[in-house]
């Protein structure tokens, strides 16, 4: 079984909805992230826990929102989607005691806004 | 702030062709540094790791060198396979621990 899972895998919403993605692991690591893909512009940082009452907002935060549920789950919602959000959306975790701050990435959710 | 610079994609080469792949970066202090890959439809795996200056990271036969002095940590793998083909992303650990921050992205593609 997969450590870090995503739901749903694929998402086609419209303009005005609002849309959660949802990130849970196996791995027991304290630190959740959510990050974007769009092509040609690498991963952007959204938003980072490093534990369930710790919630961070990364470089592009605006018009997202999250929520620790427990140090398992890690989910990001969209009040209000709009186009320019269509991306591919990561969820990593990391452990706070490893010597380095080596990610490991679900396989991540499509999300189409039309 | 922060940043990390990949040379840009595509870049397309035979089978049991050499490749190298250039990451440079900016950074306060002296970041860990990670080599990622994406295979097609699925999420990144990290492909190897350095954490101080002149470590070197390997993994799957690809190498990558920590050069404080020049900045950079270029990405070498002697003979690449059609199973190579991918994206690779250079990435640093911000100095507060923070996050990643990525490169662009390199896509590789290998042809038999």
């Known amino acids: 079984d997969a450590d870090v899972t995503q739901t749903p895998r694929n998402r086609i919403t419209k303009t005005g909805k609002r849309i959660m993605l949802e990130c849970s692991q196996t791995?027991?690591?304290?630190?959740m992230y959510w990050y974007r893909q769009d092509p040609g512009l690498g991963l952007r940082l959204i938003y980072y826990?490093?534990?369930?009452?710790?919630?961070n907002k990364g470089e592009i935060s605006d018009g997202y929102s999250v929520s620790r549920q427990a140090q398992a789950k890690f989910s990001l919602s969209l009040e209000s989607a709009i186009p320019n959000q269509t991306a591919l959306y990561f969820c990593?975790?990391?452990?706070?005691?490893?010597?380095?701050?080596?990610?490991?990435f679900g396989p991540g959710t499509r999300l189409t806004v039309l | 702030g922060d940043s990390v610079t990949q040379m840009e994609g595509p870049v397309t080469l035979s089978e049991e062709a050499f490749l190298t792949i250039n990451c440079t970066y900016t950074a306060t202090g002296y970041p860990s540094l990670f080599w990622y890959v994406q295979y097609p439809g699925e999420g990144l795996q990290l492909l190897l790791k350095a954490t101080k200056a002149d470590d070197k990271g390997s993994n799957k036969g690809f190498e990558a060198t920590y050069r404080k002095e020049t900045t950079s940590f270029h990405l070498e793998k002697g003979s690449v396979q059609v199973s190579d083909s991918a994206v690779y992303f250079c990435a640093l650990s911000d100095l507060a621990g923070t996050a990643l921050i990525f490169g662009k992205g390199t896509t590789l593609s290998v042809s038999s």
């Open positions: 990593a975790t990391s452990d706070r005691g490893a010597s380095t701050d080596t990610q490991y």
């Open positions: 826990s490093f534990d369930v009452k710790d919630i």
């Open positions: 791995k027991g690591h304290d630190r």
